[in-house]
């Protein structure tokens, strides 16, 4: 059930009726769980984000795919050109919501940025999937030269500096598919230590990708995880990882401590994973089951790797850190029998599939919590982050339209009609014993949130795609239109709950029934479900924090 394989975005042709754009008063007007700021970004055609991060000053940095040669460019961009396909874009936001700067970033095939990370100094690292041999790379990259196949796709990876100058620049891969951008295998992810060595994982099949000597290797067929770690410069490896068993497995998302520990999660498709002895659970459990594997700081040895899920399909959205050391997985599940804490919020499936948060102790012996998130529809999770208090604030897509919004969230209701998706955000308590807060966020048509990144002090800033002419924007909003079929967002929300507003503006710009406009759906192919039980969990104790 990797991303690639049972979740597509399908573009096509829908009929809809344009309705309003909703402008939102600003924050200084705005009661305490209020959209504080909400715009949209992009040009004339298709555009989505996929990721978001957050610096120390309150700049936000968002990255993405476009097809739109009319892309908000900055005017000192390092590429203000798009090429003959899709590009990546990069873009940074200050605190108010004002473009600093934007740049492409691609050659002549089709690339896609999936991942960004900020360190102290403010640089910025994305990384993504290529299909361009004509990819700007540094001439001191680690790997100059694409290497796949035609139509096949590397990885990329690169670095730009506060003020979007390009620093480095480098492909990763094999002679296979790297990364996906509409293949088999998921898009890629990255994180930064503390002294600017980067992280990335994801999936190959390619047989001479570049393995380390000396690094953890399990290897069955298929496809594998990878999980590399570039030096400071970017211009060689400090080790490259590989993860895998009989069947197609892949890494989706990385998180390290201050030792320099990575924990990687992923999918898994057979019994043959390289799970260890000791972990939560060493038994394969369904067609594909979630993992946690944590690899020591020199990349030579899984110090635990374990299974998360139950009879049907899982897929990862996240893995983060938290308070006592813990590691947060949150995905996507159709398993009847998944496993479930005594204390969970929601210990059973709503419907086709639910979101699910599980929060696993230090050596990956035990968990804390697991719990469901979900109404009587589909969800699918996309990203997680943990705030310093140890709540879970998981973001998605759902088409339920009794998703369990807060009192007073924004807002309480699915916007779209029937069988359309909305943007969720969930929060969890440091117990998942509750939902702290929960809302909905889309227009009238399909909308869906990529990703989250949140502050201590209960803010959340969002990022995703929209086809909704209705999808809410502030007055101050960079760009308070949908400028083509499908534009990205990016939004901040207070989550502290409060009364619903009553402040909303409608501003009609076209009212016209059956007018034909570009859709979306995230189409779920997953295998038969089995309809056993919820299991429950044993469960390792947590203290109040």
Not at 127 to 137: R, Y
Not at 269 to 284: L, N, W, Y
Not at 326 to 348: H, I, K, N
Not at 360 to 389: K, M
């Amino acid at each position: 059930m990797r991303r690639g394989v049972r979740i597509g975005l399908v573009l096509g042709v829908v009929s809809a009726v344009l309705g309003s754009v909703w402008v939102v008063a600003d924050h200084a007007s705005r009661p305490p769980a209020a959209l504080l700021y909400s715009t949209f970004l992009g040009g004339a055609d298709m555009d989505f984000a996929h990721a978001i991060e957050v610096d120390a000053s309150g700049n936000a940095y968002v990255v993405g795919v476009t097809w739109s040669r009319d892309f908000p460019i900055s005017s000192d961009a390092f590429d203000s050109e798009r090429g003959k396909n899709t590009d990546a874009f990069v873009a940074r936001f200050d605190s108010d919501g004002r473009l600093g700067w934007a740049t492409y970033l691609g050659g002549d095939g089709y690339d896609s940025a999936d991942t960004v990370a900020i360190d102290e100094a403010r640089n910025v690292y994305v990384a993504g999937t290529t299909g361009s041999s004509d990819f700007p790379v540094t001439p001191d990259a680690f790997d100059a030269t694409f290497n796949s196949e035609p139509y096949e796709d590397d990885v990329f990876l690169a670095k730009f500096d506060a003020d979007g100058r390009l620093t480095y620049s480098t492909f990763l891969g094999g002679s296979g598919e790297d990364g996906s951008i509409y293949g088999n295998l998921g898009p890629t992810a990255l994180a930064v230590d503390e002294v600017g060595s980067v992280y990335l994982v994801g999936g190959t099949d390619s047989p001479d990708f570049p393995w380390t000597s000396g690094a953890y290797s399990s290897y069955g067929g298929g496809t594998d995880a990878f999980v590399v770690k570039f030096d400071v410069t970017g211009r060689s490896l400090e080790y490259a990882a590989r993860i895998g068993g009989r069947g197609g497995d892949q890494a989706d998302s990385v998180a390290v401590d201050s030792a320099g520990n990575a924990f990687v999660a992923g999918t898994a498709a057979d019994g043959e994973f390289p799970v260890t002895p000791g972990s939560f659970d060493t038994t394969f459990n369904g067609y594909d089951d979630a993992f946690l594997a944590r690899v020591d700081s020199t990349g030579s040895r899984l110090t635990f790797c374990t299974f998360l899920g139950g009879g049907g399909d899982e897929s990862v959205a996240g893995v983060a850190l938290g308070p006592l050391g813990d590691a947060f997985v949150a995905g996507t599940t159709d398993s009847r029998d998944f496993l479930a804490t005594a204390t969970a919020y929601d210990p059973s499936l709503g419907g086709y599939s639910d979101a699910f948060v599980i929060r696993v102790a230090p050596q990956g012996d035990r968990i804390r919590y697991s719990t469901l998130i979900g109404g009587s529809g589909r969800e699918f999770a996309q990203s997680l982050r943990v705030d310093g208090a140890g709540r879970a604030h998981v973001v998605g897509s759902t088409w339920s339209s009794d998703f369990p919004a807060s009192l007073g969230a924004f807002p309480t209701a699915h916007e779209g009609p029937s069988g359309v998706q909305d943007g969720f955000l969930a929060t969890l308590d440091p117990w998942g014993s509750r939902l702290s807060y929960a809302t909905f966020l889309g227009g009238n048509g399909e909308d869906w949130i990529s990703a989250v990144s949140v502050d201590d002090a209960g803010g959340a800033r969002l990022a995703g795609g929209t086809f909704s002419h209705g999808f809410p924007v502030t007055r101050s909003a960079f760009a308070p239109r949908l400028g083509g079929s499908a534009d990205a967002f990016i939004a901040q929300l207070s989550l502290t709950p409060a009364p619903a507003p009553d402040n909303l503006l409608p501003t009609v710009v076209a009212t016209a029934a059956g007018i034909a406009v570009a859709g979306a759906a995230w189409i779920f192919a997953g295998r038969r479900r089995r309809t056993d039980a919820a299991r429950t969990a044993t469960v390792a104790p947590l203290r109040p924090q």
